[in-house]
């Protein structure tokens, strides 16, 4: 069983930028698709971004496409979510998931192939 722990969140204003980080233990990152994951209060958890494990393509949500950036530094054993021009909207609990498969355009988001979750950390986006 792999471990997850995601860090950087915090309270920016809009417009501004965070970088969260997901360090992976237990087994190494290569073995793993990264996702990115959100929710908000009241609402379902959703995928932001994933980063393929067999050849690091990314996917990401309509929502954040363009502003976010995916990336992951298999040597460090951590995957990253590079947000930028942050806004309200985006204010949520964010968790990082890893799945031992290789997903594609249409399957990324769906939460039944991540087997690992993290314990989330918050961002809030400031109007």
């Known amino acids: 069983q792999v471990q997850l722990v995601e860090s950087g969140g915090g309270l920016v204003q809009a417009g501004g930028s965070l970088i969260l980080s997901c360090r992976v233990s237990?087994?190494?990152?290569?073995?793993?698709?990264i996702g990115w994951f959100r929710q908000a209060p009241g609402k379902e958890r959703e995928g932001v971004s994933t980063s393929r494990r067999r050849d690091s393509t990314a996917y990401y949500a309509d929502s954040v496409e363009g502003r976010f950036t995916i990336r992951r530094d298999n040597a460090k054993n951590t995957g990253y979510l590079q947000m930028n021009d942050l806004k309200p909207e985006d204010t949520a609990v964010y968790y990082c998931?890893?799945?031992?498969?290789?997903?594609?355009?249409?399957?990324?988001?769906?939460?039944?192939?991540?087997?690992?979750w993290g314990q989330g950390t918050q961002v809030t986006v400031s109007s």
């Open positions: 237990g087994r190494t990152l290569d073995w793993y698709t």
């Open positions: 998931a890893a799945a031992k498969v290789d997903p594609n355009g249409n399957s990324w988001y769906w939460r039944d192939l991540y087997d690992d």
